[in-house]
């Protein structure tokens, strides 16, 4: 099955006191490129990685990540 994964990171991290990606990949155990990678899209995060991330907004998964199948 064909899809893409976007995410609101961007945005989350704003909303977070205006967190710098690399407080978050810090907090997450990857680095701020990674994190750049995930919000524009170039990169999937590991299902790991994706739960870390968003346990860091203190969301579900599905608040931060979404999944559009084509």
């Known amino acids: 099955m064909k899809g ?6 961007r945005l989350l ?4 006191s ?10 997450v ?3 701020r ?3 750049a990678a995930i ?14 991330i968003a346990g860091e907004f203190k969301l579900p998964l599905e608040q931060v990540f979404q999944w559009q199948a084509e």
């Open 39 to 52: 919000e524009a899209g170039k990169y999937s995060p590991s299902l790991e990685v994706a739960f870390r």
């Open 33 to 35: 490129q990674t994190i």
């Open 4 to 9: 893409s994964l976007s995410n609101n990171i």
């Open 18 to 27: 205006e967190m710098t990606q690399a407080e978050l990949g810090q907090r």
């Open 13 to 16: 991290r704003f909303l977070q």
């Open 29 to 31: 155990g990857v680095t």
